[in-house]
């Protein structure tokens, strides 16, 4: 079940928000070029299915880079709530601070209970095109298993990674120009 305004094929929303390490990161960052992104979001750290959905991750991580992906992980905690729950739990990967929703509004995620972004997972080609929206907010090791059917998916088509045509409009997509700052 999809709950975005984004639409599988559209050219990902852009981002600039600090890690666990207070480093500013954006889609363009030479870490994210030439690989499939994963972005997962989800309420907060101390949420236990939150918490349970970044462990999924983190646990199949080395899977995740062995298929050419980087994982992003992008909640409503600060930067040094991050920090700490990356550090206690050995997050491998980037986890951004969310604090004003402001990357879960450009992506369109919904909120849960009006309050936090719900649990949602996109699979972005290299192209940086949403290749796959899953939505969830029970099952959490359902994102993880969508996010790897996908990228196995990407992995065997024709195109190896740009599975959807999109209209010829969304060149000029201010989502990509302007990130979030």
């Known amino acids: 079940m999809t709950h975005t305004k984004l639409k599988e094929g559209d050219v990902s929303p852009n981002f600039n928000a600090p890690d666990q390490n207070g480093i500013r990161l954006t889609l363009d960052d030479s870490k994210f070029q030439n690989k499939t ?83 949602t997972t996109f699979v972005i080609n290299k192209e940086h095109r949403i290749d796959t929206i899953y939505s969830n907010p029970i099952k959490v090791e359902s994102h993880l298993k969508q996010a790897l059917k996908a990228v196995e998916k990407m992995k065997n088509s024709p195109q190896n990674s740009t599975n959807h045509t999109v209209a010829s409009n969304t060149t000029t997509n201010p989502a990509v120009s302007n990130p979030i700052s």
């Not at 979001?41 to 080395?62: C, H, I, L, T, V």
């Not at 050419?68 to 992008?74: N, Y």
Request: charge should be neutral; proline fraction near 4%.
């Open 37 to 119: 992104i994963i972005i997962f979001f989800y309420p907060k750290n101390e949420s236990k299915s939150g918490a349970n959905m970044a462990r999924e991750f983190r646990d199949n991580y080395q899977i995740l880079k062995t298929l050419q992906c980087e994982v992003i992980g992008v909640n409503y905690d600060d930067h040094q709530k991050n920090q700490q729950f990356a550090q206690f739990n050995d997050i491998p990967f980037s986890m951004l601070s969310d604090t004003d929703g402001a990357i879960a509004r450009r992506f369109g995620v919904h909120k849960d209970l009006l309050i936090f972004p719900s649990k």
